[in-house]
């Protein structure tokens, strides 16, 4: 890909290998860039920059095992992945985790997601 991402989200991560890697796994997406501040993933149809903490804001922050769910956001993020079973088998694995139930969209199931920093997103799959 030349110039700009068409779409795109940061999000913000304190064990930046670990939240890239886990991404990168559980939305099958390719690691394009990677320093020791940020990690670019990039799928068709998506790109996803994760950004490390500054140090200076790092220090006072705590992720829990498993995380203390992000809930206070104003923006959620979602993919459509092959399952819904699959990606949970994933997000077990890597530290992350489904919450809540199962809703049907038109011709998809959604399920709320959460990432081991415990920031929520969607997963979507498309019904049979």
Request: glycine content about 10%; aromatic content about 10%; overall charge negative.
């Amino acid at each position: 890909m030349s110039g700009p991402a068409r779409a795109g989200c940061l999000v913000y991560a304190l064990d930046l290998s670990r939240l890239a890697g886990f991404y990168e796994a559980v939305l099958g997406m390719e690691r394009l860039h990677a320093t020791e501040e940020i990690v670019v993933l990039q799928s068709p149809d998506f790109q996803l920059l994760v950004h490390a903490i500054p140090p200076q804001y790092a220090e006072g922050i705590e992720i829990w095992s498993p995380p203390e769910l992000r809930k206070n956001t104003a923006l959620k993020f979602f993919f459509t992945v092959p399952s819904l079973e699959e990606a949970a088998i994933q997000l077990d694995a890597l530290g992350g985790g489904f919450s809540g139930g199962t809703w049907d969209g038109p011709g998809f199931k959604v399920r709320n997601a959460f990432d081991p920093e415990g920031n929520i997103f969607q997963l979507r799959a498309a019904q049979p």
